[in-house]
């Protein structure tokens, strides 16, 4: 049974930083690119960052220079880095591979 569990959200203020994970089960990890999602309230999900089996990267335009993403295959998880965190970041986050999402975890940022 796939299963993806997101954690690391939290309350942190303007400028912080915060790490979240994704942990993957049940299929083979490594051959999977993952991706990150955000929803805001009252917004569509958008898509923010994501990383080949081969640890390619890419960013949205709104995440990029602050965010970095990274994977452990060993421990089936990939990671999140967000500094620099902005009031408009806050969101609920979403780790995707294929068709699977997680639970998300909130992220809020206060001014």
């Known amino acids: 049974q796939v299963q993806l569990v997101e954690s690391g959200g939290g309350l942190v203020q303007a400028g912080g930083s915060l790490r979240l994970s994704c942990a993957a089960s049940?299929?083979?990890?490594?051959?999977?690119?993952v991706g990150w999602f955000r929803q805001a309230p009252g917004k569509e999900r958008d898509w923010i960052s994501s990383i080949t089996r081969n640890s390619y990267t890419a960013y949205a335009d709104s995440v990029k220079g602050r965010f970095t993403i990274s994977r452990d295959n060993a421990e089936n998880t990939v990671y999140l880095q967000m500094d620099n965190l902005k009031p408009e970041d806050t969101a609920v986050y979403y780790c995707?591979?294929?068709?699977?999402w997680g639970q998300g975890t909130q992220v809020t940022v206060s001014s």
């Open positions: 995707n591979i294929g068709t699977y």
């Open positions: 049940g299929f083979t990890f490594d051959d999977y690119a």
